[in-house]
């Protein structure tokens, strides 16, 4: 078995970066490799763009010989081992667009070399490793499974839960050969306790889609279960809080204002598109995307509803967003659902504005790039508050104590004492202001 100590990591994003960081700290001489010349820039000044990297983790790793550079033959051609990292997005007709992972491909494949090994960690459909991947690399002339390594190991991490990057998740990895597999899981193996090796980069790619799609369906079966409750009287977070005590056979998944970040509502349409050529309609994920993409127009539908309630219209109303990223505690505001709400209200004719402690700025799905505002004054002047996410740093109770109507889409305001008609709940129909049960 060769003993890989010089790895490439092309793109150093949310995946990318973390990867670096963990095998530079397990000893690995590691040249982290990004197109983008201010990634490029940042990342060398030491100023770490993600969350949950502090710039002093990565200021430890530059010292310990991480390089950050741009596209480069004679480091690609010096690594045992490049994995690649870039994005998988979809075009607007949400069919895969490939071609980051294709460029990252012509990048390696004039520098490309026997006995390298080619990683693929990029969450795409089944056949991409040994399908478009593998074609650009082998027009060098050299044979993945004969000349070089190729092998697909999907990630894990979870922005915003450091436990989610920790050794102790287990790592999947399918190679084109038996020989590809193991020898990725051997340096996977110094970053993570487990390593499962599968039979294929297809089964692997398979594996990773599952995960997302899972969540995706599940989301959407609560967020479709609180549309009925809206109808029916019942309080969904009490229902789940409640069906979430059994403690085997059910797994916790809360409704909101709709999915965003780079996989949720990306990843699907990945294994929907390669369905279909297979004559075969994936139709959980039609309908899971069907039903998640539907979300912010309700929010906007609850927003009307809730100023209605007052005798107000929503055209010319103020509306105040709280929260504008794709999840609690974290900067990243990709496919944020907040988009299509901040649009959907100001087509509407209301007058919107935002605050997230940590998104500065934001471009609603309009196109109307808006910056956030501070929270008192926001407040202060909305007719209508609606909170999008329930970042922790806000303070809850000061809001609920200023603001005169709410729409909460989140559950941020139960079980504390609100007025009556003041907070209107996704899910759950206007609030009470009187504690639900415990026990
Ligand atoms: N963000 C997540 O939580 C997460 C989790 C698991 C898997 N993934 C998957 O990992 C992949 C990367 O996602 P991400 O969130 O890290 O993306 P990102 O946008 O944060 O980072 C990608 C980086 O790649 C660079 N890049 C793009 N094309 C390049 C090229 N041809 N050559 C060199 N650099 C290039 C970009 O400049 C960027 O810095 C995607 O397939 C995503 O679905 C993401």
């Keep these: 078995m060769t003993t890989d100590s010089r790895v490439a990591i092309i793109g150093l994003g949310y995946v990318g970066l973390p990867l670096a960081l963990a095998l530079v700290e397990a000893g690995i001489d590691v040249v982290g490799i990004d197109a983008n ?25 530059l010292a310990r010989g991480l390089r950050v550079v741009a596209p ?56 991409t ?5 593998r074609e650009v690399l082998e027009r060098s002339g050299l044979r993945a499974g004969a000349d070089f390594d190729l092998a697909f190991a999907p990630e894990r991490v979870n922005p915003g839960d450091p436990a989610s990057a920790a050794k102790s998740v287990p790592r999947l990895v399918g190679g084109t050969t038996p020989q590809a597999t193991a020898r990725a899981a051997t340096l996977l193996g110094h970053i993570n306790d487990r390593v499962i090796g599968l039979s294929s980069p297809d089964a692997a790619e398979l594996a990773k889609l599952l995960e997302n799609v899972f969540r995706n369906v599940n989301i959407a079966f609560v967020n479709q279960l609180a549309l009925l409750c809206e109808r029916m009287g019942i309080d969904v977070w009490e229902v789940i809080d409640a069906a979430a005590t059994k403690p085997f056979g ?11 970040g780079h996989c949720i509502p990306v990843d699907p349409y990945y294994l929907a598109w390669r369905a279909r050529e297979f004559d075969f309609v994936d139709r959980f994920v039609e309908l899971a995307g069907d039903i998640n993409l539907a979300m912010p127009r309700h929010v906007v539908d609850l927003v009307a509803e809730a100023l209605n309630d007052r005798g107000r219209a929503l055209n010319g109303a103020r509306v105040a967003i709280i929260g504008v990223a794709f999840k609690p505690d974290v900067r990243d505001a990709r496919n944020s659902p907040a988009a299509e709400v901040i649009a959907g209200l100001a087509a509407r004719g ?14 609603s799905a309009d196109g109307v790039e808006l910056r956030s505002e501070p929270l008192d004054g926001l407040v202060a002047a909305a007719d209508v508050v609606a909170v999008l996410v329930a970042h922790r740093s806000i303070d809850w109770d000061a809001l ?40």
């Design 72 to 127: 480069d033959a004679a480091d690609l051609a010096a690594a045992d081992v490049v994995i690649v990292c870039v994005p998988t997005p979809i075009d607007r007709a949400k069919d895969p667009d490939l071609s980051p992972v294709v460029a990252a491909a012509e990048v390696i494949r004039p520098a490309l070399r026997p006995g390298q090994l080619i990683i693929l960690q990029s969450t795409t459909y089944p056949g």
């Design 350 to 363: 209301g007058q919107v504005g935002y605050h997230d402690p940590h998104v500065a700025t934001f471009r």
């Design 37 to 61: 010349a201010s990634r490029v820039a940042e990342l060398s000044d030491g100023r770490s763009p993600i969350d949950d990297i502090t710039d002093d983790r990565l200021a430890a790793a």
């Design 400 to 439: 609920y104590d200023s603001a005169d109507l709410v729409v909460d889409t989140v559950d941020t305001s139960r079980d504390r004492s609100v007025r009556p008609r003041q907070v209107l709940r996704l899910g759950a129909g206007w609030a009470t202001g009187v504690a639900a049960p415990v026990g």
């Design 129 to 133: 490793t040994s399908g478009p991947f």
């Design 250 to 260: 059910f797994m916790r998944f809360t409704p909101g204002p709709g999915v965003g």
